[in-house]
């Protein structure tokens, strides 16, 4: 079964939270709850029972809402095992390549490190549908608080490689300040400057910006794409490794 119904819960500042909801079982999911009242307000307008609470790594406006979800619910916490002990609540452990199934949907784990030591992303491959948490933005990648540019290049190298169709529901929303940094490093590149374009226009509405689609990032997104020949003329890299081009990028929006 692939259907999965996808509720975008803002909340802090910039923050999204996701309802994931298996319709042909009701099981329901959320991933990265940051404060659990927003969670609890939107499960009782659909009626919806919480089984399950997906981390993607420790930081606590991804963590926040855990206990107090765990103990209104009794909904099963599960995060990623290289990073277990900063888990609240934690009750199932999971690494690259396990499986989590909710309901009748089945969502494949990748350990993705880099912004954290233990992150980790879950791909529901039948709905098109990749939480990534803070290693892959709109238009971004997470900072490195805990790991290498060759770790993150890794691992965004694993996500990249997803197919086309591929929703990537990240944590923030972030995709406005991403492009204008992102046209520094790529200014001629006419697909960067449409989607900057249209990202202004949705938050001139107050729209959201999340999800997009993997084959937009793959376009569009610096951090993806370190074997550009342009950004590599842009940078003055044009020999470098992959991973050597990425940190540079990484560095500069670090800066900017």
Known sequence: MGSLEIVQIPVLTDNYVYLVHEPSTGATGVVDPAVAEPVLAALGTRSWRLGHILNTHHHGDHVGGNLALKQATGATVVGP???????????VAVGDGETVRLGAA????????????????????????L??????????????????????????????????????????????????????????????????????????????????????????NPFLRPDSAAIRRRLGLAAAEDAAVFAEVRRRKDQF
Not at 81 to 90: K, V
Not at 191 to 210: F, N, Y
């Open 81 to 91: 095992r290289a990073d277990a002990a900063r888990i609240p609540g934690l009750d």
């Open 131 to 220: 939480f990534c948490g803070d290693t892959l933005f709109a238009l971004g990648c997470g900072r490195l608080f805990e790991g290498t540019p060759v770790q993150m290049w890794a691992s965004l190298t694993k996500l990249r490689g997803l197919p086309d169709a591929t929703r990537v529901y990240c944590a923030h929303e972030y995709t406005q300040s991403n492009a204008r940094f992102a046209l520094t490093v790529e200014p001629d590149n006419a697909a960067l400057v449409a989607r900057a374009s249209a990202v202004d226009a949705a938050r001139a509405r107050g729209r959201p910006t999340v999800p997009s689609t993997l084959v937009e990032e793959r376009a569009t």
């Open 106 to 129: 089945e969502a494949t784990v990748f350990d993705v490190p880099g912004h954290t030591r233990g992150h980790i992303a879950y791909w529901f491959r039948a709905a098109d549908a």
